[in-house]
């Protein structure tokens, strides 16, 4: 079955400590996102990468680093910059951008608490 | 200023009754999409309508409809025959052209309960 998926579903980190959130996706999609939501929010886009090897900061990647040496693969790392890490991260992809009409596809979650 | 507004946090409806969930977008673009997306309790984002600027049509999908009026810049979902399935966090959400149509603007989202 094509998907994306995310591992953990839940993650608990003590403060001070990176910790790296996995998105893989099968659906030969070109563009990944990483979107951010907290309680009562909307989502908040994080970072994301049109083309393997190239990513742009989204509205609020303080604290945030990512890579995509892969085409199937976008992993998160949630620094020990990052403020109030504590949250719900969720991983997307699209078969590209450039058309207005290509919906977003998202995996199931990780919800990481930092104690 | 907020790119899109959805202005009820909560909504209740009976089962099989319609149901209209509000939302207003801003952008100066003149070609854009705008997209709704439901959130079970599960957490998963599940895309349910898209409808585009240029569209002449307002958008259908099955039990989901788009009510779009352009010149008031609002793009309000409608759920016809409502299921307690239904029941979830709804999102609208937009793609302009001057961001290269990359990026989705998210709003902060209506709790739509069904009740038996």
């Known amino acids: 079955d094509g998907g994306i998926t995310q591992s953990p579903k839940y993650l608990f980190r003590k403060e001070g400590q990176n910790v790296t959130l996995s998105c893989e996706q099968n659906?030969?999609?070109?563009?990944m996102y990483w979107y951010r939501q907290d309680p009562g929010q909307g989502l908040r886009l994080i970072y994301y990468s049109q083309i393997v090897n190239d990513f742009q900061k989204g509205d609020i990647a303080e604290g945030y680093s990512v890579s995509r040496e892969k085409k199937e693969s976008f992993p998160l790392t949630v620094t020990s910059a990052q403020k109030n890490p504590t949250a719900f991260y969720l991983c997307a992809s699209a078969v590209s951008t450039g058309q207005s009409y290509n919906e977003q596809f998202f995996g199931p979650g990780t919800r990481l608490t930092v104690l | 200023a907020q790119k899109i507004t959805q202005t009820q946090p909560g909504m209740f409806v009976q089962e099989k009754e319609a149901v209209t969930l509000d939302c207003t977008y801003d952008t100066s673009d003149p070609s854009y999409g705008l997209f709704w997306y439901k959130q079970p309790s599960s957490g998963e984002m599940i895309f349910l309508i898209y409808?585009?600027?240029?569209?002449?049509q307002n958008a259908t999908e099955g039990r989901y409809s788009l009510n779009f009026q352009k010149a008031r810049k609002s793009a309000n979902l409608v759920i016809s025959a409502s299921q307690l399935g239904d029941s979830a966090m709804y999102f609208c959400?937009?793609?302009?052209?001057?961001?290269?149509?990359?990026?989705?603007?998210f709003g902060k989202g209506t709790m739509l309960l069904v009740s038996p």
């Open positions: 959400a937009m793609r302009e052209a001057s961001s290269g149509y990359s990026t989705l603007t």
């Open positions: 659906l030969n999609h070109d563009a």
């Open positions: 409808q585009g600027s240029y569209d002449q």
